[in-house]
């Protein structure tokens, strides 16, 4: 069974900092995505990633693949309370219509 | 405009009793999926169909029924119900490539919340 673990589960920190949210599996995934959602709504993607050792920016926020395709990472600079969330991302699994999520990263920057 | 709709937002209802839940997306997808949020945000997939055709059907109690009369339409039912079927199910919807890779955004409905009492 393909597993996507997330870390931190929970993290609070203050307007300003950074932080680095990790999404780790010992399976290889064709591609992996990186979500966002909010209470009350479904969630929305930010990215995706497709080759091994890839890196995405988007604005603050800068997503790595890694070289095995079986992890990645989310990076957050300055962080804002607009980026309060929950952070998702999900493996596609290789040969199937299926992406995996993984665990889940609960964020609230306090301002 | 909605891109991907569910009704109901919420739904309450008995032990043993069965419901639907509904799902429309006006997005031209060919790809259609449901998947339950349980208390702890863990997102899990239970069903996908593309073109109509169900292609992916995890190990989902036979309780659970998808339905999609047209490629616009995915609709869940649920036979008796049981404590353990609350949570938030999501609808969403893809554009599948032509080499079936995965490299696109799923769209996901606002979500179903279905508290079982």
């Known amino acids: 069974t393909q597993l996507l673990e997330q870390s931190p589960q929970f993290l609070s920190i203050q307007e300003g900092e950074n932080l680095t949210v990790y999404c780790n599996s010992s399976s290889v995934f064709s591609s992996l995505q990186w979500y966002r959602q909010e209470p009350g709504e479904g969630p929305v993607l930010l990215v995706t990633?497709?080759?091994?050792?890839e890196v995405k920016k988007l604005k603050r926020l800068t997503f790595q693949f890694g070289d095995a395709r079986k992890d990645s990472s989310l990076h957050i600079t300055a962080a804002q309370p607009g980026d309060t969330g929950l952070y998702l991302c999900?493996?596609?699994?290789?040969?199937?219509?299926?992406?995996?999520f993984g665990t889940g990263t609960r964020l609230k920057v306090l301002a | 405009d909605t891109a991907v709709s569910q009704t109901p937002k919420y739904l309450v209802t008995q032990m043993g009793n069965d419901k639907s839940i509904k799902c429309e997306q006006n997005?031209?997808?060919?790809?259609m999926y449901w998947y339950k949020q349980d208390s702890k945000k863990f997102l899990k997939i239970m069903f996908s169909?593309?073109?109509?055709?169900?292609?992916i059907n995890e190990t989902v109690p036979n309780r659970f029924s998808p339905k999609s009369p047209d490629k616009a339409h995915l609709n869940l039912h649920i036979n008796s119900l049981e404590l353990g079927d609350s949570a938030v199910y999501f609808c969403a919807s893809s554009r599948t490539s032509r080499t079936g890779a995965l490299y696109n955004e799923q769209f996901f409905g606002p979500g179903t919340r279905l508290t079982v009492l």
């Open positions: 990633v497709v080759t091994g050792g």
């Open positions: 169909y593309n073109n109509k055709e169900l292609i």
């Open positions: 997005l031209g997808h060919d790809t």
């Open positions: 999900a493996g596609e699994s290789p040969g199937t219509y299926k992406y995996i």
